[in-house]
Every structure is written in structure tokens, then in C-alpha cells.
């Protein structure tokens, strides 16, 4: 596609209950990574795949994260049992570089804000 | 340890005043990259700049200018003439080499008012 798309836009869960965030990445892109964004404060490294690989995800907060890229484009960032401080804007975002994607910089999506009452 | 800080939390000016957005970063590197992103209301961000350590020359792109300056770890953003449509959350970052992790400094609330 044109941009980095994400969905839902807005999602509000139950606190325990299970979410799964979706990023259609640029079209051909190899690199992907998702950002945690809480209110008020810069985007924070989640992780990040080199096509279907998942080649960093150090910034995961908790066992209860997890992504996935299966086929090398489409990524699912799924959250277990949430809780109230993963509220955030989870924000992806898709780059045409490699290894070492970040140093070039990447194009982001709208992100999904998700809200945990 | 990587570190962006961005000292100014919020400002607001008046359409066609001149607004600087301070950004100081920490790396132990010596190759880095600096970046500037624009977030407006509608939640994505924009991608303005990227500069590498080894360029210290000052960029200008039409009403936007940086100032890279490597004594004092700074990375700065001016607008000249600001306009309405500038008010958004401003975003200076910093990678290493050989890092996936882009580090982002807390943000800048700029507001320009007509």
C-alpha cells in the first residue's frame, strides 16, 4: 500500500482481556518494528523483524507480549491478559533497509491507541 | 547508554515568530544518526530530517533549518515564520550503528497560534 496501515484505530479492552494489533507495512518493505508510545512521552522500541524474522525484541515489556510476522510482511503485536499500564499507542512502522534498519530511518503508521479499563 | 532529552516540554508563539526546538543527545558511539519526526493530531509520524555524526554542516529546507553541533551534543530545529499549520509534537531521535533501536526524546509541544 501507500503508507504504513494499522487497525483498529481506537481499541478498548478489559483489563485481563486479550488484544491483537494489526500493521500492513509498506508494500516490499523488509524491516518492521513496533513502538510503545504512552501519553505524553516519545515512542519507546518494542521489537523488530527482518522479514518474517523477529531479529530484536529486547524492548517487550513483559512475557505477556508477543509478535509475529509469518510471512514476511503483515505483523500481529498480541497482548495477554492486559492491564492498565499498556495503555499506549502501539505505533509501527516499515522500512525498505535491512539489517540495521533504524539508521536510516523508517516510515511510521497512524498507530492503534488502546485504552485498558 | 543512548539518551535524547528535550528540554522544552511545551511552547506556544504566534504565527510568523521564529521558534527554536532545543534537542541534546548521549552515545558512547561514535557513528550515530540524528533524526527529527513530526507528530500532528492525526497520530503518525513524519519524518523531517536524518543527519549522521560526521556531518556537522547545518541543513536549511525552506522554512526549516538544523544545527548539528557535536561540542555541545546538540541537534536543534528551527522554524522561521512559523504558520498554524506547524503546531504538532516534534520528536528528535537518536540510532547507533549496529542498534535496531531508535531512541526517541520525550517530545515537544509546539502550538502556533494565529
Redesign the interface.
Known amino acids: 500500500g501507500a503508507?504504513?496501515s494499522q487497525s483498529p484505530r481506537y481499541k478498548v479492552a478489559k483489563r485481563g482481556q486479550d488484544v491483537a494489533l494489526r500493521c500492513d507495512p509498506i508494500s516490499g518493505h523488509v524491516s518492521l518494528?513496533w513502538y510503545q508510545q504512552a501519553l505524553?512521552?516519545?515512542?519507546?522500541?518494542l521489537t523488530?523483524f527482518q522479514n518474517e524474522a523477529q531479529?530484536?525484541k529486547?524492548?517487550l515489556p513483559s512475557d505477556r507480549f508477543f509478535a509475529e510476522r509469518p510471512e514476511g510482511s503483515v505483523s500481529t503485536l498480541k497482548i495477554q491478559r492486559t492491564q492498565q499500564e499498556d495503555s499506549a499507542?502501539y505505533?509501527c512502522?516499515s522500512s525498505s533497509s535491512g539489517q540495521?534498519?533504524?539508521?536510516?530511518?523508517?516510515?511510521?503508521?497512524?498507530?492503534t491507541?488502546l485504552t485498558v479499563v | 547508554a543512548q539518551k535524547v532529552t528535550q528540554a522544552q516540554t511545551e511552547i506556544s508563539v504566534v504565527e510568523k515568530e521564529d521558534v527554536t526546538l532545543d534537542c541534546v543527545y548521549e552515545t558512547r558511539d561514535t557513528t550515530y544518526y540524528l533524526f527529527w519526526y513530526k507528530q500532528p493530531p492525526s497520530g503518525e509520524l513524519v519524518f523531517l530530517i536524518r543527519r549522521n555524526s560526521f556531518d556537522e554542516q547545518n541543513e536549511i529546507s525552506g522554512r526549516y533549518s538544523w544545527n548539528f553541533q557535536k561540542s555541545t551534543s546538540s541537534f536543534n530545529f528551527t522554524i522561521t515564520a512559523s504558520q498554524v499549520v506547524d503546531s504538532a509534537v516534534y520528536f528528535c531521535a537518536l540510532s547507533e550503528d549496529n542498534n535496531n533501536d531508535m531512541r526517541f526524546g520525550a517530545g515537544t509541544r509546539l502550538t502556533v497560534k494565529p
Open positions: 503508507g504504513v518494528f505524553g512521552q516519545g515512542p519507546e522500541f523488530y531479529l530484536d529486547s524492548g499507542v505505533l512502522a540495521w534498519a533504524s539508521i536510516y530511518g523508517y516510515t511510521f503508521g497512524s498507530g491507541r
